[in-house]
């Protein structure tokens, strides 16, 4: 149980061009989604909390129109990367929270985004 | 910002031995949290310690917490070629919101 999925695995987009990555929590319900990104041989930055049905709370110095978020449902988060640029190129990652267990998140696999 | 500082940055040891890495964080927490990833993968959760405990063992896993000194441990026992990845802490204060150590990498050579 408790399994995360990300889609697309990798994308490669050109400068100037959006790019929609999707987190789904397959089989349980997650009203709280995080996303993540990681830059080769470091550690996961948290980037905002994605909440269902509410805007997302972003962390500081990541811009909120850059990087779009909507948690329309209770399986699903989408992050959408908006007129990329070359240090957008990341490893992005999302996670889940399952309710009421001490905020232990499952993570998806991840999605490689290079930006031309 | 990252709270957390692990050491050490790297680790290469032979299969059998055992891998101790350690990480430090500042402020209170809730809980402790261990993930491993391998490369270019998401992360795998390992074992999670409440404020309130002080061991906790799941198999080749023993992780101490030691929130006086805002330390915690993790000890992998007769290492595996398969146990090669990045480890990280992940502390939970509160907030919904795990922050990340800067992570180990440990090698294990066969």
């Known amino acids: 149980g408790a399994v995360v999925s990300q889609h697309p695995s990798w994308v490669i987009c050109k400068s100037g061009t959006s790019v929609k990555i999707e987190c789904r929590s397959l089989?349980?319900?997650?009203?709280?989604m995080f996303w993540y990104r990681q830059f080769p041989k470091q550690s996961l930055m948290l980037m905002a909390t994605?909440?269902?049905?509410?805007?997302?709370?972003?962390e500081q110095g990541v811009e909120k129109d850059k990087f779009l978020i909507n948690h329309a449902s209770l399986t699903l988060s989408t992050l959408t990367v908006t007129s990329a640029h070359p240090e957008d190129s990341s490893f992005y990652i999302c996670?889940?929270?399952?309710?009421?267990?001490?905020?232990?998140?499952?993570f998806g696999p991840g999605t490689r985004l290079t930006v031309l | 910002s990252q709270q957390g500082e692990e050491d050490p940055q790297a680790l290469s040891i032979q299969e059998g031995e055992n891998a101790t890495m350690n990480c430090s964080y500042k402020?209170?927490?809730?809980?402790l949290q261990w993930y491993r990833q391998n490369s270019g993968r998401g992360l795998v959760h390992l074992i999670l310690?409440?404020?309130?405990?002080r061991e906790k063992h799941s198999g080749r896993l023993r992780v101490t917490l030691d929130t006086s000194k805002k330390s915690s441990s993790l000890l992998i026992t007769a290492s595996r070629a398969a146990d090669t990845a990045s480890y990280f802490c992940?502390?939970?204060?509160?907030?919904?919101?795990?922050?990340f150590g800067a992570g180990t990498i440990l090698r294990v050579k066969s």
């Open positions: 996670s889940a929270r399952v309710e009421g267990a001490y905020n232990e998140q499952f």
């Open positions: 089989d349980f319900q997650a009203t709280t």
């Open positions: 994605s909440n269902e049905g509410s805007k997302a709370t972003y």
């Open positions: 402020t209170s927490i809730n809980n």
């Open positions: 310690i409440r404020s309130n405990e």
């Open positions: 992940a502390t939970d204060a509160g907030g919904n919101k795990l922050v």
